[in-house]
């Protein structure tokens, strides 16, 4: 059991931001929420020309839930169809979506090929049918698909078999992931085929209807690998012009094929060292672990240092990719500051810091990245842990121009209709709020679908409840 003082025993307003006070905590938070169109939340957003009619996007979530030749079931339907009764507007990539078989994190994940493509469109109408049914109208929102490739964490074929494909050794990451040997590196040949293997599955979004693909650059798969490749040879390692060469070329390649596609990026702004459970399963670094293999950290690998990230999102904006989704971290070897939560995933470790400490992190860190870059519009991520008080903080991050819209994550498996909620004024409905459980990554670690077991009902009636439980 943690530590820290459990969210939902704040029993006001003030004792929360007292809390926050003492603990360092420096983001806003509103008491009173405002409601309708014109509210801080509710008013409409240009991203680089396009409307998107509020301040809530839907991150990324998948359910190891597709067919093993990377179609949706009607688990993955189910999902998308919550993400569009959910209100937000922005719908953020919906759920990795590996652009070959190599890259899939797991042998249920979607998978973009000629052959899925249908079916892929298919999700993206289930989701705007239903985000018309309840709101009347489709033309504000945006919905997207996240590209991505797994890299080191790759699970193509068996859920309990990692076939790593990486970017270079990481002593404090190679046992985890099964990188015995350098065979795991990816050539730079490989490298290129794969550039070419996204921009074909983004000109299959575009065909599917989707208004812009995410290249994945964050959470330890091969993008964001990529920008830590400090010590490797050949076009795509060691200077900061060879690191970003994969994403420059995507994106060139992509103008070249699919001229109206939008594109973001997904970033983790910033990294620590890889944690393991140390005493009393309290986390803490993996002894040894190189800091000069983290990206956005400081030389002792547990500090922020923004310097390279900012200047990637400078490249990014001179080469017309004006939306950036930030988050942090990996869930692999840094849950705590990639997704602050108060129980941890069976793989993981306790909280070694206060889990609204993790949120302020990435609050701030998107804040100050937003200052230096205010031609590009910021989507932010890990909010849940704010449960009862999300609404207040997101109204006065907005306002403060920290960000432009906010990303919701778990909280959206558990309480789908929490922004639709927030912009109508209706009261939050705690028995639905998040509370961190976890078990939406705990099942998925030990070979089960995602879901929130424990809050929706849907979920809560399955034997892999009982499952989770039990692991627990
Ligand atoms: C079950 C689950 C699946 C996820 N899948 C993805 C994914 O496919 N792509 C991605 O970029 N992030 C993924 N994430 C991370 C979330 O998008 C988000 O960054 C994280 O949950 C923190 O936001 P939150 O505090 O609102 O939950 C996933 C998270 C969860 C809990
Ligand atoms: S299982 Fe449900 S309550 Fe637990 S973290 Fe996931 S979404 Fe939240």
């Given at each position: 059991m943690s530590a820290y003082p459990r969210v939902?025993?704040?029993?006001s307003h003030q004792q929360f931001t007292d809390h926050l006070k003492e603990l360092g905590a420096d983001f806003p938070s509103d008491a009173e929420v405002e409601s309708g169109a014109d509210s801080p939340l509710g008013q409409s957003l240009d991203v680089d020309g396009v409307t998107v009619g509020n301040r809530f996007c839907i991150l990324p979530m998948e359910g190891w839930d597709g067919t093993t030749d990377g179609k949706p079931t009607d688990l993955t339907r189910r999902r998308w169809r919550n993400f569009g009764i959910s209100?937000?507007?922005?719908?953020?990539?919906g759920e990795a979506v590996s652009v070959r078989h190599d890259g899939r994190a797991n042998p249920n994940q979607l998978l973009m090929t000629e052959s899925n493509l249908s079916s892929i469109e298919g999700l993206r109408h289930e989701l705007e049918n239903a985000h018309q049914e309840r709101f009347g109208r489709t033309d504000d929102l945006y919905v997207g698909l996240q590209l991505t490739h797994s890299g080191?964490?790759?699970?193509?074929?068996?859920?309990?078999k990692s076939e790593p494909r990486t970017v270079q050794r990481n002593p404090a990451l190679d046992p985890r992931g099964n990188v015995t040997d350098d065979s795991a590196i990816m050539s730079d040949d490989d490298l290129r085929r794969l550039i070419d293997d996204f921009i074909a599955a983004a000109v299959r979004a575009e065909r599917a209807g989707f208004k812009f693909v995410d290249v994945k650059h964050c959470h330890g798969y091969l993008g964001h690998e990529l920008l830590s490749g400090v010590d490797r040879d050949g076009d795509f390692g060691g200077s900061f012009e060879n690191r970003t060469r994969f994403v420059r070329e995507i994106v060139a390649g992509i103008n070249a094929e699919a001229p109206s596609l939008k594109i973001g990026v997904r970033l983790s702004i910033y990294d620590f060292m890889p944690h393991h459970p140390g005493e009393d399963r309290i986390g803490e670094p993996v002894p040894g672990a190189d800091p000069r293999l983290v990206w956005g950290a400081d030389p002792s690998g547990m500090g922020i240092d923004l310097d390279e990230p900012s200047k990637f999102l400078t490249l990014l904006e001179s080469i017309g990719v004006k939306m950036v989704c930030t988050t942090a971290g990996s869930?692999?070897?840094t849950p705590h500051i990639q997704r602050p939560a108060y129980f941890p995933p069976s793989d993981g470790y306790l909280p070694p810091e206060d889990p609204l400490v993790g949120v302020a992190r990435q609050l701030r860190a998107t804040a100050d990245l937003k200052r230096s870059h205010p031609g590009m519009t910021f989507v932010g991520s890990g909010y849940t842990y704010l449960q009862d008080w999300l609404p207040g903080v997101a109204q006065a991050v907005v306002r403060a121009g920290w960000v432009d819209s906010i990303g919701l994550g778990r909280m959206v498996l558990s309480y789908p209709e929490l922004p639709a909620d927030v912009i109508a004024g209706v009261k939050q409905q705690r028995k639905k709020v998040?509370?961190?459980?976890?078990e939406c990554t705990t099942a998925p670690r030990n070979g089960m679908i995602s879901g929130c077991f424990p809050l929706d009902p849907f979920y809560k009636a399955m034997p892999e409840r009982e499952m989770v439980k039990a692991i627990k």
């Amino acid at each position: 059991m943690s530590a820290y003082p459990r969210v939902a025993s704040f029993k006001s307003h003030q004792q929360f931001t007292d809390h926050l006070k003492e603990l360092g905590a420096d983001f806003p938070s509103d008491a009173e929420v405002e409601s309708g169109a014109d509210s801080p939340l509710g008013q409409s957003l240009d991203v680089d020309g396009v409307t998107v009619g509020n301040r809530f996007c839907i991150l990324p979530m998948e359910g190891w839930d597709g067919t093993t030749d990377g179609k949706p079931t009607d688990l993955t339907r189910r999902r998308w169809r919550n993400f569009g009764i959910s209100g937000a507007k922005w719908m953020w990539g919906g759920e990795a979506v590996s652009v070959r078989h190599d890259g899939r994190a797991n042998p249920n994940q979607l998978l973009m090929t000629e052959s899925n493509l249908s079916s892929i469109e298919g999700l993206r109408h289930e989701l705007e049918n239903a985000h018309q049914e309840r709101f009347g109208r489709t033309d504000d929102l945006y919905v997207g698909l996240q590209l991505t490739h797994s890299g080191r964490w790759a699970k193509p074929n068996e859920k309990t078999k990692s076939e790593p494909r990486t970017v270079q050794r990481n002593p404090a990451l190679d046992p985890r992931g099964n990188v015995t040997d350098d065979s795991a590196i990816m050539s730079d040949d490989d490298l290129r085929r794969l550039i070419d293997d996204f921009i074909a599955a983004a000109v299959r979004a575009e065909r599917a209807g989707f208004k812009f693909v995410d290249v994945k650059h964050c959470h330890g798969y091969l993008g964001h690998e990529l920008l830590s490749g400090v010590d490797r040879d050949g076009d795509f390692g060691g200077s900061f012009e060879n690191r970003t060469r994969f994403v420059r070329e995507i994106v060139a390649g992509i103008n070249a094929e699919a001229p109206s596609l939008k594109i973001g990026v997904r970033l983790s702004i910033y990294d620590f060292m890889p944690h393991h459970p140390g005493e009393d399963r309290i986390g803490e670094p993996v002894p040894g672990a190189d800091p000069r293999l983290v990206w956005g950290a400081d030389p002792s690998g547990m500090g922020i240092d923004l310097d390279e990230p900012s200047k990637f999102l400078t490249l990014l904006e001179s080469i017309g990719v004006k939306m950036v989704c930030t988050t942090a971290g990996s869930p692999y070897s840094t849950p705590h500051i990639q997704r602050p939560a108060y129980f941890p995933p069976s793989d993981g470790y306790l909280p070694p810091e206060d889990p609204l400490v993790g949120v302020a992190r990435q609050l701030r860190a998107t804040a100050d990245l937003k200052r230096s870059h205010p031609g590009m519009t910021f989507v932010g991520s890990g909010y849940t842990y704010l449960q009862d008080w999300l609404p207040g903080v997101a109204q006065a991050v907005v306002r403060a121009g920290w960000v432009d819209s906010i990303g919701l994550g778990r909280m959206v498996l558990s309480y789908p209709e929490l922004p639709a909620d927030v912009i109508a004024g209706v009261k939050q409905q705690r028995k639905k709020v998040c509370r961190t459980f976890s078990e939406c990554t705990t099942a998925p670690r030990n070979g089960m679908i995602s879901g929130c077991f424990p809050l929706d009902p849907f979920y809560k009636a399955m034997p892999e409840r009982e499952m989770v439980k039990a692991i627990k």
